[in-house]
């Protein structure tokens, strides 16, 4: 299968990106370096073609209903212009996948899968919609939308200026219709890097006048896996995966984003989890030696007993310290445990930290 | 983009550089490998004293985004590391054969240098 290419494409090549395969789409992994990249977002402004994110629009009067019983969080709750964080989970509980919806109408929704999981969840919304026998249409518009984030302390202010609306008015978690130098944009100030900032979401066609008009550090995925690691968010398929590492919300360390008081696919389950507790969870981990934990490496006890797995693991940019996201019994979870983390053969000291790294 | 490969030393297809002068050989990665790996944040270094072969594996080097191991271009004992790249990797990016250079042996042949490429070799290899 051929990888998938954003709207932005050329300008990329253009500006010298390098290219790396991710989700099944060809994106940048880099402009300039991922040290540069990552200061730039965290002091001033930086953007991120993020088009290989899905996003499937969800519209009828039945809407509400059928992404409440498909989702972890409690989507009802949401006036139009608000969005939330939730987890796309089976009937055992486990995750799928993560995702930010949005009320865009009382009776229309915006939810953003992961890139590769956009068929995979119109399938599981239509096929659910059937079985419930719900009247609302789901819309596969991934390739009809490319997806921009704009992030930093100057990112607001750097869209808000090129925007026809108050985009510097609108909230964590809320979104907002306007138009970027002329091009009709949902903008919503959510992100995935730990700063204030916005993404946004233009057609297709038009993603390179919106890419264009806002200048300011273009940012690979390198840059914005090391800033969502110092803010402890999860990767989807990396920190937890339905069959290589299947995980419930609550060991995942999302169980904010989980409404028991809702009907959804897996609530049972994950009430079950609720009430017994979990076995084990995500914890951040900090190097106190030289190293750098990266994906699958174990994690022991000081004693040297294997107890979990790391998922995600980088040398942090801005703190300069290795950090990584890993499974441990909750018996070692507590922010202060040591730990060791096996690096080639070589266990290096480590101990739990709190999660996110970086404080903002 | 053409990367620099200096005239005054040699070079394996692994992407290590050595330039030798009054027997000591002083070893780095070459420009066009510190750009394929992008950010360098660690290097594992062998002890000093340390012997090594010709084209054995002597450390690691990793950047944000990758591991890459690190072979001897020559045979000899390690008398030199580059300390300061503990404090600051960048400077592998930064001066790739300058202030970025990571060891120093005590070359046992300088026979050695002729099984390894010549800086018009390397750059047809990476060019």
Same mark, same amino acid.
């Given at each position: 299968m051929s990888l998938q290419r954003s709207p932005l494409r050329d300008h990329h090549e253009e500006r010298g990106a390098r290219f790396t395969d991710f989700g099944g789409w060809e994106m940048? $992994? =880099?402009?300039?370096s991922i040290r540069e990249e990552h200061a730039a977002v965290r002091e001033g402004a930086g953007k991120f073609d993020v088009s290989h994110m899905g996003e499937i629009e969800v519209e009828g009067p039945d809407a509400a209903e059928l992404m409440c019983r498909l989702?972890?969080?409690?989507?009802? =709750?949401?006036?139009?212009?608000e969005g939330q964080y939730a987890a796309i989970t089976d009937e055992a509980g486990t995750m799928l996948d993560d995702t930010v919806l949005y009320r865009r109408g009382e009776n229309r929704f915006l939810f953003v899968p992961n890139a590769g999981h956009d068929e995979e969840m119109t399938d599981r919304w239509r096929s659910h919609r059937e079985r419930w026998g719900l009247d609302a249409t789901v819309e596969n518009v991934t390739r009809e939308r490319a997806m921009i984030a704009v992030q930093g302390p100057d990112a607001v202010g750097l869209v808000a200026d090129a925007s026809? @609306?108050? $985009? !510097?008015g609108i909230g964590r978690f809320e979104a907002t219709e306007t138009a970027i130098a002329g091009v009709e944009a949902f903008v919503a100030r959510?992100?995935?890097?730990?700063e204030d900032g916005v993404e946004v979401i233009p057609p297709w066609e038009a993603a390179g006048t919106v890419w264009s008009t806002l200048a300011c550090q273009p940012c690979g995925l390198g840059a914005r896996d090391t800033l969502r690691l110092e803010a402890g968010f999860l990767l989807s398929g990396q920190? %937890?995966?339905? &069959?290589?590492n299947p995980r419930n919300p609550y060991e995942a360390d $999302?169980? %904010? !984003? $989980?409404?028991? @008081?809702t009907e959804f696919v897996g609530r049972e389950a994950i009430a079950g989890v609720a009430e017994a507790g979990v076995e084990g969870r995500l914890v951040g981990i900090e190097l106190t030696e030289r190293g750098v934990p990266r994906h699958g490496y174990t994690i022991e006890t000081p004693g040297g007993e294997a107890i979990g797995t790391v998922t995600s693991g980088t040398m =942090?940019?801005?703190? &300069?310290t290795p950090i990584a996201l890993g499974y441990v019994p909750v018996t070692h979870a507590d922010p202060g445990t040591d730990l060791r983390v096996v690096v080639r053969g070589e266990p290096k000291g480590a101990r739990v930290r709190e999660t996110p790294f970086l404080e903002r | 983009m053409s990367f620099e490969v200096p005239d005054d030393r040699r070079y394996l297809e692994t992407h290590e550089w050595i330039h030798v002068e009054d027997g000591v050989g002083r070893v780095g990665l070459t420009d066009f490998a510190q750009d394929e790996l992008g950010d360098v944040v660690f290097v594992e270094f062998p002890a000093v004293g340390e012997h090594l072969d010709q084209e054995a594996q002597f450390g690691v080097i990793e950047s944000i985004k990758a591991v890459s191991d690190l072979y001897a271009p020559v045979s000899g004992e390690v *008398?030199?590391?580059?300390?300061?790249i503990e404090t600051a990797p960048e400077l592998v990016n930064e001066d790739p054969y300058g202030a970025g250079w990571l060891l120093e042996l005590d070359v046992e042949?300088?026979?050695?240098? *002729?099984d390894i490429l010549t800086p018009a070799e390397y750059r047809e290899r990476t060019g």
């Open positions: 940048p $992994v =880099s402009f300039d989702t972890t969080n409690d989507p009802t =709750s949401l006036d139009p212009g026809t @609306d108050d $985009v !510097a959510t992100g995935y890097t730990g920190d %937890f995966h339905p &069959e290589e $999302v169980g %904010f !984003a $989980v409404d028991l @008081d =942090s940019p801005t703190l &300069e | *008398t030199a590391v580059n300390d300061d042949s300088e026979d050695d240098l *002729t």
